[in-house]
């Protein structure tokens, strides 16, 4: 099974940006869903953003509501990547943030199979 790592993760002060990739080791399936998730300690992992990955050209993507106008999800083609671009960050996005693939478009952790081992995302008020 192809791992997937993330990078981009650091500290930045409230209004500021990140860019998060996801990179995987090996080729996704061109019905695969890409998902990133957050999770901070003593809560459950929270849906962020997910992406039909369709061969890496990227197809219909969605985004929770606490970050939608803020965020947003990309296929990187050709590069077995995809990326989550945050803007306008708020303190209460401070989390672990994972990226994960499965095979249904479903904001549910549970329908997804292979996870990455996360990054910290730190944003100072």
């Known amino acids: 099974q192809a791992q997937l790592v993330e990078s981009g993760g650091g500290s930045v002060q409230a209004g500021g940006s990140l860019r998060l990739s996801c990179a995987s080791s090996?080729?996704?399936?061109?019905?695969?869903?890409v998902g990133w998730f957050r999770q901070v300690p003593g809560k459950e992992r929270e849906f962020v953003a997910l992406?039909?990955?369709?061969?890496?050209?990227?197809?219909?993507?969605l985004v929770a509501d606490s970050v939608k106008g803020r965020f947003t999800i990309a296929t990187v083609s050709g590069a077995n990547t995809v990326v989550l671009q945050m803007n306008s960050l708020r303190e209460e996005d401070t989390a672990i943030y994972y990226c994960?693939?499965?095979?249904?478009?479903?904001?549910?952790?549970?329908?997804?199979?292979?996870w990455g081992q996360g990054t910290q995302v730190t944003v100072a008020s």
């Open positions: 994960a693939t499965g095979s249904h478009y479903d904001t549910n952790q549970r329908a997804y199979r292979n």
């Open positions: 090996g080729r996704i399936l061109s019905s695969s869903v």
């Open positions: 992406i039909r990955w369709r061969g890496g050209q990227g197809g219909s993507a």
